[in-house]
């Protein structure tokens, strides 16, 4: 049975996905003659980079949230359907939901990516993602509920186990994690639990490879590794996971750490929907694209974002899975689709790097740009700035900065709830 989407006679491009690429193809297509079909499990656009505030209490989930409806409320063309792919089938064209089936004249997969937990059924089971908003939700309500249950405990080695945090990955959300939650540490947790000792509890931060934020300059790592040592986290490098059991972290040299806690921040693998074939994935369950971001072999499909694979002269092993790579292929296939619309030739994509940074705590950021590296507090203010302005919606931008501008004054942040969904919503089904 078809998804009731109106028939207009235009071209229907099917969109699976709201991330960073999806949006801003769709964005991108609305004033094109075309209907654009927008496909995701959530009503809302979610801003990745910020989930590390959410978890640690500085920004309300709805603050890097924007409902989608709101965003295409005046275009006329876009048809949104919340809802997953259960299967792709290219021979008749479509695609198969729960509601339903919906047939394309162009099929654009922007699914994203999601956590890679390296097959390990330990970590799996008791690890802390955050590859969405509710996974970082989740993260703060276990926290504050580990800090709660502290209060109650005598018994030193348990509450050392309640209060320590274990982060593995050192790139920028491991880095930020960490940072995060040691300013909580020093400012605002005292104050809230001036009953409990958190000369005891350990944030510790694990990283496989001999230097921190892989991918970035030596001058970063060595700058997000002072910072993180200043703010009393303990650093972890060449060191590997290889089991938890929700309790103790074993390590791969046979140290145990003892934590509640494990964030895990150490990979990601290719979201695929159900439906594509295995010959068309690459390493890293990722979708093999040619430079047009066309899936070769599948007629009308096209991946974007964190889920294509394209190796180029300059990225022989694809592309590294960030926003700039998702945002400026949408850009890109938005633009070979208006040039296909006037019966032009379409033209291959490269990327052009603009820069990295991450931010390890007040005052302290490091940034990459193509000519310039530097970091501190004029780090620090450039990234808030470009966060910032990559924020959907005016309301959140001003909600954001009012939150940031507060907690820079203070010292304080106000959001610690543990909101926990209740039994019968959590039964009732989606």
Not at 133 to 157: P, Q
Not at 158 to 167: C, G, K, P
Request: charged residues 20%; aromatic residues 10%; glycine residues 8%.
């Amino acid at each position: 049975m078809p998804i009731n989407i109106p028939e207009t006679g235009q071209k229907r491009i099917v969109i699976v996905g709201a991330g960073f690429a999806g949006l801003k193809l769709a964005r991108k297509l609305k004033n094109e003659n075309c209907q654009l079909v927008l496909i995701d499990r959530n009503n809302y656009h979610q801003f990745q980079p910020l989930f590390y505030q959410v978890a640690t209490s500085g920004l309300e989930p709805s603050a890097i949230s924007f409902p989608l409806r709101k965003i295409f409320q005046k275009e006329k063309n876009i048809y949104i359907r919340v809802t997953h792919v259960t299967d792709i089938d290219p021979v008749k064209k479509q695609i198969l939901t729960p509601m339903g089936h919906v047939w394309y004249d162009a099929l654009v997969i922007a699914t994203g990516a999601t956590t890679n937990f390296f097959g390990m059924e330990g970590v799996t089971k008791h690890g802390i993602p955050m590859k969405s908003v509710s996974e970082a939700v989740y993260l703060r309500n276990s926290l504050l509920l580990n800090f709660e249950r502290a209060v109650t405990i005598r018994d030193r080695d348990e509450l050392q186990r309640l209060l320590n945090v274990v982060v593995v990955g050192g790139g920028p959300t491991g880095v930020e994690v960490c940072g995060a939650l040691a300013e909580m540490k020093r400012f605002v947790l005292p104050k809230d639990y001036p009953d409990l000792d958190f000369n005891l509890m350990q944030i510790t931060l694990i990283e496989a490879n001999p230097h921190l934020l892989h991918g970035m300059s030596a001058k970063a790592a060595e700058k997000s590794l002072l910072y993180l040592k200043e703010l009393g986290v303990n650093v972890m490098l060449d060191c590997r996971v290889t089991n938890y059991d929700g309790k103790q972290i074993t390590l791969e040299d046979g140290e145990e750490l003892q934590s509640e806690t494990l964030v895990w921040a150490a990979g990601v693998r290719g979201q695929v929907p159900a439906g594509v074939d295995q010959k068309y994935m690459a390493r890293g369950n990722r979708v093999k694209v040619n430079r047009m971001n066309e899936v070769e072999g599948l007629d009308g499909v096209y991946a974007i974002g964190d889920i294509a694979y394209m190796e180029t002269p300059n990225y022989a092993n694809g592309h590294p899975q960030v926003a700039q790579v998702a945002l400026q292929q949408a850009v890109n296939l938005g633009n070979n689709f208006a040039r296909q619309f006037r019966g032009e030739q379409a033209k291959p994509f490269e990327y052009n790097d603009k820069g990295s940074m991450a931010t390890v705590g007040r005052n302290r950021a490091v940034v990459d740009l193509s000519l310039w590296k530097f970091s501190g507090a004029f780090a620090w203010l450039v990234w808030m700035f470009v966060h910032l302005m990559s924020i959907v919606g005016v309301k959140n931008r001003l909600l954001i900065f009012i939150n940031w501008l507060w907690k820079y004054f203070t010292f304080d942040q106000s959001l610690r709830l543990i909101l926990r969904p209740s039994k019968k919503a959590q039964e009732r089904p989606l």
